[in-house]
């Protein structure tokens, strides 16, 4: 069975400066992975997926991951972190039948 | 537009009596689930219908109905709402359940259980 883990369920960083956002995934098939972003008082929006075409994948927003079998891990970066940036962040993936397993989430603040 | 909307998004109720929660999509979606999100679970898949009169349970389906009569409407019904099931729910509609499908959700609907 897919599950994954996203490590720190809070994070914290200063406006301008990286934004990294760890996942780990455990799957039994090649996993198709996606990370969805969740603004205050909002639905779940798709930020960007994995589907086996590259390994390092670009989403929206100036978001990025990158696709690392070897260490089963699906990392999201933005180079600089925006105030609008502040959203709670979701990974996730994808069984052979469609079936999304999520993540805890990961709550992002964004300081001046 | 393509959205998918819910109704209500605030609902305050008291054990033991029924409600409804409505999700349409106007998208031509097959696919269509709902999930409940709780802090530090992430969000569970409650059911799913992969086709107008097809519906199947997710993970944690207990105390909830769906019905699929139109591709369209998918809603959710509490029919004896407990406190436990105070959570924030979303609607999700994906064009087929194939697994690189992007699922799109729903604003979600905050329910409260007295």
Wanted: net charge positive.
């Amino acid at each position: 069975a897919q599950s994954v883990t996203q490590l720190g369920s809070h994070v914290s960083v200063s406006e301008g400066a990286l934004v990294l956002l760890r996942c780990n995934y455990s799957s039994s098939v090649p996993p198709y992975l996606f990370w969805y972003v969740q603004y205050p008082n909002q639905g779940l929006q798709l930020l960007l997926k994995y589907t086996s075409a590259a390994t390092l994948v670009k989403g929206i927003n100036g978001f990025e991951a990158e696709f690392k079998k070897s260490e089963t891990s699906f990392h999201l970066t933005k180079p600089s972190a925006h105030m609008s940036d502040a959203a709670e962040y979701f990974c996730a993936v994808s069984d052979s039948w469609g079936k999304l397993q999520f993540g805890a989430g990961t709550q992002v603040v964004v300081t001046p | 537009e393509a959205q998918v909307t819910q109704n209500p998004r605030y609902l305050i109720t008291v054990t033991g009596k029924k409600l409804t929660v409505t999700c349409s999509q106007n998208m031509n979606h097959e696919y269509m689930s709902w999930y409940r999100q709780d802090p530090g679970l992430g969000l569970r898949q409650i059911y799913y219908s992969m086709n107008v009169e097809v519906t199947d349970k997710g993970d944690v389906p207990e105390g909830y109905k769906v019905s699929r009569k139109e591709k369209r409407n998918f809603p959710l019904i509490l029919e004896s709402p407990s406190p436990n099931q105070t959570s924030l729910y979303f609607c999700a509609s994906s064009l087929t359940r194939a697994y690189q499908e992007t699922q799109y959700f729903g604003p979600g609907t905050r329910l409260l259980v007295l």
